[in-house]
DNA sequence: CGGAATCCCAGAAGATACTG
DNA sequence: CAGTATCTTCTGGGATTCCG
């Protein structure tokens, strides 16, 4: 395998946390562990099948976990692990400015609605 | 125009500075404004087309600003604006971050290279 | 130099059906 | 319920060329 180079810190960000739907996942991820299915609610846009290759991916990166219930029928959890957790305070500020982003875009006019604001309790503590 | 859902806050956040580059290009523009061979030089893999692009989105999201001097040769510059330094904050974490991730990178035997520490000497101030 | 316009394709992503 | 497999669609983005 040829080395790997990156230009600047937040290029090896991305490589984790890029792709259309890893944010969004983590984020969910960040207030606790979830189901396929919850996460599945969670994002209605997502497909089955994307929803898994992210899962993967995030879990090769190292930065959650899957535990697989042995059951029928099946349950699957997943969960930021310990380094996933060091990611958690940054997922936080990116849904605090979407949130407020959201305002903004209401006052300029635009047709906008945000249905869950998950960091609303948090939002004293920073 | 239909009305825009957003589920959570970070998808409007990715809205601004998801795709490819965004969030590269705004780490480059956090430390001063730049020119348009700049960024390119900051970002060798990025194509013309993309580079452009992606300037214009962020414009248009407002977060930065686009200064056209009239001279021949052209000499465009971006910059932060004000609405883009309140992501300026998030930008340098995901660069440290990222820088950390290299360093765990190192340690798991993984042959990559940071070329670029712009964060280093933030590091005290978080 | 900065960027607009064209052409073009790999790969991203949707839909559907199937399995343990 | 969670995940895989297949097939199809489509668009992100590369390469190239031209313009003020």
Redesign the interface.
Known sequence: ??????????????E?I?G?WK??IL??LRTGAKRTGELKR???EISQKMLTKQLRELEQSGVIDRKVYNQIPPKVEYSLNN?GE??S???N??????????D??EKEG??????????SKMKERD
């Open positions: 395998m040829v080395k790997k180079i990156y230009n600047i810190g937040v290029e090896a960000t991305l984790v890029g259309k944010t969004v984020c969910h969670l994002i209605p380094y060091s990611l305070l940054i997922l500020k990116l849904c605090l400015w979407g949130e407020h982003h959201v903004y875009l635009k047709d906008v609605a945000l249905l869950r604001r998950e960091s």
